[in-house]
């Protein structure tokens, strides 16, 4: 059976090994680490064991019960260098093991192999065998011998017990089942205990270093909770592991979380680099601001808040907003309403992120016939808005009863505001501690995320205006907190809305079983009837085509992409990313030019002389990465910046090639070197090939809709050009969806 693993500040050759046990496919049976800092031995399911920094005996005894095609199946290691070596015929050979600890393995034995032993720290030890016998002796915590007790029942079996070299109430425990209980590990080998049992399959075994802070975490893969969406299969694990392939290495740090019916999560990376010393990891339990992301959390405890006080969503916000306000406001402004608020229907256009309440009250207050349509027009077309959700930071408070206008009274509104979206959400699912400003107390303060810009090497963001700010963004949460809710919105349990609330918010994309499996669920069938079935609340895309469910928020600021989705097989989803998301090794900020077609930098106050006349026209260009003084794989070498026209041209040959901006040649100087991926036989995730080489300009072109305006005169020429691969930056949703249409088989 294939074994998944990951470890952590192992010695020296340790993961080398594993890995290439692994892609042998002679999967992981058992791995120990000895006493000493350098010693270990990789057993895997062959019996063809690797050891490293043994003593001379533990190697004898190894070749000694390997004899006769027996197979090596587990080591020991005790504090002081005893060891203790077993085969599949419940041989086994030990040295410098306590007497006590011996009499029980060999009573123990007797009855059936020995499976697991693990000695503490501080003194004791503690033996299984393979029918679920066991005995202890010496100082093995209380704590821990309960969790072997509750781990046992029901005819299961303690398959691994081992302490973390720190000792004292600290140790982890799993069964034939792979529950487990782990008390005090390293969080990330915590994060990898839940995340492997949960969505590849039981764990096996976790072993500690015994004199520092290294770790293997190992489970089976039964891959053991999966979809059906339409006719394919949908594997959780592959949307985790699709999801992982992009990012890892590709920015600062993230979590996910992915589900059906398990609660699950996964993260990589830093939250806090050595930019913003000391660094701290990436986990599940790190906090992030969601950004828009936030708009889903106020548009749930609005439509649960508005539905108790038995309050309409087609209800005017006129009769529901401070009574000073409404003197001031237009008839028109009154007849907004709830759902056009949420479904960005009201008019209002975005204004940036400068929601305070004196801004909100000052625009709602004097929207009027003579206001700007560049501001407010409200003719029912969608138009995104950050402000349609920003003035529930007024709107819910009032109704909820709060009435206390005394002087310096926006704060109290706020924190009024954020109450109810704790009450009506998070705690509806059994989540504390979710708040609009990062934490400061706890654990937490010290490792909520910042925002980066990728590779994280300068010093990053903090987002911390949320309660000032918040509605339309503002919330701070971690990746769990997020999985609680989603989760409650897909099994549709009722804790935060009911069916009938979830159908009407979700533009009936939520129930794609009561629809004619091709039937098309358009966007806004009525874009000027904002009250349409089809018009979602909070969320940005909902899809119900082919039987494919896609219900989604995404969410950025600075540094930061996130994204949370209800998608099709019943599955939920969440991504939170503190960087932007580009290539290891690339310069970000290079587009396409929609007239000539040539990729040219759009990193410096200069846009550059487009051949076709005028500069560069980048509008609606994806931005991309170029791997930079850095040589990938099936790369070309030899590009350069023109720092005049700004085009990526190559200077590896003997003609430099005319510049648009000065009618003379390519000027490459201050110029690094790019390399170029060509020639691959499938293009990857996030990149875009048909780039070609222009024989007669030099530059790097599209050729994908045409051929391009050349400065040398009439269009490029693409004679000899290899087919060049661009990598382009990608948000948090974009990500999200590829992996799990990806997944789909």
Not at 424 to 443: A, K, L, N, Q, Y
Not at 470 to 477: K, L, M, S
Not at 575 to 603: D, M, Y
Not at 688 to 697: F, G, I
Request: net charge neutral.
């Amino acid at each position: 059976m294939e074994i998944t693993f990951q470890c952590r500040k192992t010695p020296d050759g340790y993961l080398e090994k594993l890995r290439d046990f692994y892609n042998a496919r002679d999967y992981l049976e058992w791995a120990a680490f000895h006493p000493g800092g350098k010693g270990w031995s990789v057993i895997p399911q062959s019996g063809h064991y690797a050891n490293n920094g043994l003593p001379a005996q533990c190697e004898q005894f190894m070749k000694d019960l390997s004899k006769d095609g027996a197979k090596i199946t587990r080591i020991f290691f005790s504090p002081q260098g005893g060891f203790s070596v077993h085969n599949d015929r419940g041989s086994y050979l030990k040295h410098s093991i306590p007497d006590d600890c011996n009499n029980a393995m060999w009573e123990l034995n007797k009855k059936g192999k020995i499976v697991c032993l693990a000695f503490h720290p501080q003194g004791g030890w503690i033996v299984v065998n393979e029918k679920g016998d066991r005995d202890h002796g010496g100082n093995i915590p209380s704590g821990c011998l309960q969790d072997v007790e509750k781990l046992s029942q029901d005819q299961k079996k303690v398959v691994c017990i081992a302490f973390p070299p720190q000792g004292g109430d600290s140790w982890t425990v799993i069964n034939d089942h792979g529950s487990y209980f782990s008390r005090s590990p390293p969080e990330e080998a915590y994060m990898y205990m839940g995340y492997f049992n949960q969505v590849c399959g039981p764990n096996q075994f976790v072993n500690y270093d015994t004199d520092g802070t290294g770790w293997t975490v190992a489970a089976k893969v039964t891959n053991h909770e999966s979809a059906t969406d339409g006719s394919k299969t949908v594997k959780i694990l592959d949307v985790y592991q699709n999801i992982q392939e992009v990012l890892d290495d590709s920015c600062v740090g993230y979590s996910c979380t992915i589900g059906k019916s398990i609660l699950g999560s996964f993260s990589w990376g830093q939250a806090r680099t050595n930019a913003d010393s000391p660094a701290q990891q990436f986990l599940p339990s790190t906090k992030i601001n969601l950004a828009s992301c936030a708009k889903v959390l106020t548009a749930l405890a609005a439509i649960r808040l508005l539905a108790i006080k038995g309050i309409s969503l087609d209800d005017n916000i006129g009769n529901h907003l401070p009574d000073f306000w409404t003197r001031d406001m237009s008839p028109a402004a009154k007849a907004i309403t709830f759902r056009m608020l949420l479904s960005h229907h009201s008019g209002i256009k975005d204004k940036g992120w400068n929601e305070t309440y004196d801004n909100l009250k000052d625009f709602f207050t004097s929207l009027n016939d003579k206001t700007s349509p560049d501001i407010w027009n409200p003719d029912g077309k969608k138009v995104y808005s950050n402000w349609n959700f920003a003035i529930f930071r007024v709107l819910l408070p009032v109704i909820d009863g709060f009435s206390d206008w005394s002087w310096d009274f926006q704060w109290p509104l706020a924190h009024h505001y954020v109450k109810i979206v704790q009450q009506h959400v998070f705690e509806r699912v059994g989540v504390t501690g979710v708040d609009t400003e990062p934490p400061t107390s706890g654990s937490q303060a010290s490792k909520y995320a910042y925002a980066y810009t990728f590779p994280g090497t300068e010093r990053g963001i903090i987002h911390d205006q949320g309660t000032k700010v918040a509605g339309g963004g503002g919330w701070w949460a971690t990746v769990e907190d997020i999985a609680q809710v989603l989760n409650s919105l897909n099994q549709n349990d009722g804790r935060i809305l009911t069916s009938e609330q979830l159908r009407d918010m979700t533009g009936n994309a939520m129930f794609p079983i009561q629809n004619p499996p091709n039937a098309p669920f358009p966007e806004d069938p009525d874009p000027n009837h904002p009250t349409n079935p089809f018009a979602r609340l909070g969320w940005d895309t909902t899809e119900n085509a082919g039987g494919i469910r896609w219900i989604q928020k995404n969410g950025g600021l600075a540094g930061i992409t996130t994204s949370i989705a209800l998608f099709g097989g019943g599955i939920f989803g969440a991504l939170l990313v503190n960087s932007n998301i580009a290539a290891p090794g690339a310069e970000v900020g290079w587009q396409f030019c929609n007239k000539c077609h040539v990729l040219a930098s759009t990193r410096t106050s200069n846009i550059g002389r487009c051949p076709a006349g005028d500069v560069h026209d980048h509008k609606g260009s994806w931005t991309f990465c170029i791997p930079f003084n850095a040589t990938p794989a099936n790369s070309q070498k030899g590009w350069r910046w023109c720092k005049q026209c700004q085009a990526m041209t190559f200077a590896g040959g003997s003609k430099i090639g005319r510049c648009s901006q000065t009618g003379s040649n390519h000027d490459h100087g201050g110029s690094g070197e790019y390399s170029l991926v060509e020639n691959l036989s499938s293009v990857p995730p996030f990149c875009q090939n048909q780039w070609a080489w222009c024989s007669k300009c030099q530059v790097l072109a599209w050729k994908g809709n045409g051929s391009g305006v050349c400065a040398e005169g009439g269009v490029h020429d693409h004679t000899g050009s290899g087919d060049y691969v661009l990598r382009r930056t990608a948000g948090a949703d974009e990500v999200l969806r590829d992996a799990y249409v990806r997944a789909m088989k």
